[in-house]
C-alpha cells in the first residue's frame, strides 16, 4: 500500500529539484529572428501570412489587411482602442499599444501581399450578381449611392492615405461592416460616409454588392491608387478632400 | 421571553449608537496652507505623478472617450458603477469643489454634500495618501480641460443602491487614516509601502474580496470581480513568486512590461501601460522592495496529482507544434536581441497557480505586453481560441502546467469552455 504513495511523490520530489536551475537561468537567445513579422505573429495567425492566407468562408473569417493603405489600417487599429469598431479580440490585441507602434504595423501590413482566394461566381445567382456589379461600377442614383469604384479605385484596390480595397475580402466579413454600419457600431472619423451609404442600401442590394465583390479576382497590381479621383461624392472624415 | 425582547432592544439600541458613532466615518486633516494646492509648476507635475502613480484615469476615462471625463463602467458583483467626471467642470466634473471637498473624498470616501461613496472607487486605499499629496493632486486636476459630460448614474441591485447599506459597510470594513510610516523600516521600504497600499490600490485587485466585496489586509491573490482574470498573490511564493525575483528583474517587469521571469498581460498590461511604465526607477523599486518583503505564505505547494498521460503525451505535440518555436522546448522562454521576448514558462508561477484561469486565457486570446518607454514594440502571443478546441487548450495548458518542474492540477474541457465566452474588454 505504500509503495503508490512513494511513487507519486517521487516526480514531484524531482520537479522540485528541476526547477532551481530553472529559475535561475536566463531566458536564452534561440535564434528567433528580431523582425517586426515575428512581433507581429499574433497578427497574421488570423490574417493570414505569404504562406498561409486567411480562411474566406465558414464561421471564422478574417478580412485580408496585407496590402491596404497604411493610414486605413492604422485608422482601423486607433478606431478599435478607441472603440469605434466593435471586436473584442481586435480591441483587447490593441488595447495597451501605442500610436508609434500602431502605425508601424500599419505601415509593415500595407507593404505584404497576401493570396486572396475568390469566391466562385457561379455559386451567386446570375441577378444578384447583375445588381451588385451595376451598384459596385455604376451606383444607383436614385438612392444616391455613388458607385464603389468612384472612391474605391477603378481596379478596387483602394486608394492612399485612408481608403481600402474592397476584393480580396471574405463576403461574410463585407456583409458584417454593412451590418455594423447601420446599426452604428462600426464609426469612423466624421463625417462617416459608409455610414450614410450603408444606411441607403437594402439587405438585398448589400448581398448583391458582397456577391460580386467577394467573386472579383484581385487584379495582377493588387497595389492602392497614389490617389482617389477628386471630387469625391461624398466627404469622408478618413479621407479628407482637402490635402497639404 | 421578557429577557429574550429586552435583549434585542439592548442590541438594537447599541447597534443604532455604533451606527451613530460612525456615520460618517470620517476624518479631517487640513492642508499645510494655501499653496499646497496652488497651480504652481511644481504642484503640477508632482500631482500628474501622482495620478500616473494612482491610475486614475484607466477608470475616469471612458474608451475612446475624453481623459477623466468618466463614463467607463465597471462591472461588479453588485451591479455596474460607472466612474464620474473628474475633470474641473463645474456643473459635471468637480470645478466647484474645494481642496478641502477633494480631501474628503479621496480620504473619507465622501463627496460634497455628505453623499457616501461606492468602494469601487478605491478610497480605502487613497486614504493612505498623505494632505500634500491629495493637494497636488487636486491642483492637477484642477488644471485639466474642463469637459461637459454628465455622469452616468450608478446601476446598482437593491439593497446596495441604498447609502445606508453603503454606512454599514463603511463600519465594517473602511477606517480613514493616512499612511503611517513604519520606523523600524528603512524610507524606502515605507515609500513602496505608501505607494502601493495607497494610490497603487494594489489590494483592489490582489486581495480576495469577501461576499460584501471588501478586500482583506494581505495581497493573497483574488479574482477580480466580474472580469475572471486571477490577479496573483503577491505574498506567495507559488504565485507572482515575487519573494524569489530579484528586485532588478520586478521594476523591469514593473516599468516595461516584460523581465526575464515573466511578462504582464490582462489587466496588468493596463496597469503597467497606463501607470506603472510612468514610475521613477525610485518608487518602482521602493515599491518592489516593499512587495519582496511580503510575508507570505510559506507553505509548499500540494503536489497535485499527476495528470494522465495521454494528456501529457496530446499536450506535449501540440506544444511542440504551436509553442515551442517561441518559448521552447525547454520551457525557458526567449531573449531576442538582448531583451526579453517570450516569457519562460518554467518555474514561471502565473501558469501553475491553483485557479487556471490566466494560463487558459492567454492561450485562449493571445495578446501584446503594453507599449512602454522601455519595451515600445512588445513581442505578442497569437489568440488559439480559434486553431484549438476546449481539449486540445486544456491539453496544452495541463502540459506547460506540468514540465520542467511546473507541477499543478490538470485543466480539463470544460474549465476553458468557460472562459472562451467571457468579455475581453
Known sequence: ?244 | MKRAVIGLVFLAVVAAIVVAAAWPRAEFVPASSSQAWAATPDNLARGAYLARAGDCMACHTARGGLPYAGGRALATPFGTVYAPNITPDAQTGIGAWSADDFWHALHNGIAPGGRLLYPAFPYPNMTKVTRADADALYAYLRSLAPARQPNRLHDLRFPYDRQIVLAGWRLLYFKPGVYAPQPARGADWNRGAYLVEGLGHCAACHSPRNGLGATGARLSGGQIPAIGWYAPALDADNEAGLGNWEQAHIVQLLRTGVAPRGAVFGPMAEVVGQSLQYLTEADAGAMAAYLKSLPGATEPRRPAAPPEENVMKAGRQLYEHACADCHGADGRGTRIAGQPAYPPLAGNGALTMADPVNAIRIVLNGGFPPATAGNPRPFGMPPYSVQLNDAEVAAVVTYVRNSWGNAAPAVTPPEVNRWRAVPLD
Open chain 1, 1 to 244: 500500500m505504500r509503495l503508490p504513495v512513494f511513487r507519486s511523490a517521487l516526480p514531484f520530489v524531482a520537479s522540485l529539484l528541476a526547477t532551481l536551475p530553472h529559475a535561475a537561468a536566463a531566458q536564452p537567445e534561440r535564434g528567433v529572428p528580431d523582425t517586426l513579422g515575428q512581433r507581429v505573429a499574433a497578427c497574421t495567425s488570423c490574417h493570414g501570412s505569404p504562406t498561409r492566407p486567411p480562411p474566406t468562408q465558414g464561421p471564422d473569417y478574417y478580412p485580408r489587411i496585407a496590402g491596404k493603405p497604411a493610414g486605413y489600417l492604422y485608422n482601423q487599429l486607433q478606431n478599435f482602442r478607441a472603440g469605434r469598431r466593435q471586436y473584442p479580440l481586435m480591441t483587447y490585441m490593441v488595447d495597451h499599444l501605442s500610436d508609434d507602434y500602431l502605425r508601424e504595423i500599419a505601415t509593415y501590413f500595407s507593404t505584404q501581399h497576401v493570396a486572396a482566394p475568390v469566391l466562385a461566381r457561379g455559386s451567386v445567382p446570375p441577378g444578384q450578381l447583375e445588381r451588385g456589379r451595376e451598384l459596385v461600377l455604376r451606383g444607383d442614383a436614385t438612392l444616391k449611392v455613388p458607385a464603389c469604384v468612384a472612391c474605391h479605385g477603378q481596379r478596387l484596390t483602394g486608394a492612399l492615405p485612408g481608403i481600402p480595397g474592397l476584393v480580396g475580402l471574405p463576403r461574410d466579413y463585407i456583409n458584417a461592416q454593412f451590418g455594423a454600419w447601420r446599426n452604428g457600431t462600426r464609426r469612423a472619423h466624421t463625417p462617416d460616409c459608409m455610414a450614410t451609404i450603408a444606411g441607403r442600401l437594402s439587405l438585398a442590394d448589400v448581398a448583391a454588392v458582397s456577391g460580386w465583390l467577394a467573386s472579383e479576382p484581385l487584379p495582377a497590381d493588387p497595389a492602392p491608387d497614389a490617389d482617389v479621383a477628386h471630387p469625391m461624392p461624398l466627404e469622408c472624415g478618413s479621407q479628407p478632400e482637402a490635402r497639404p
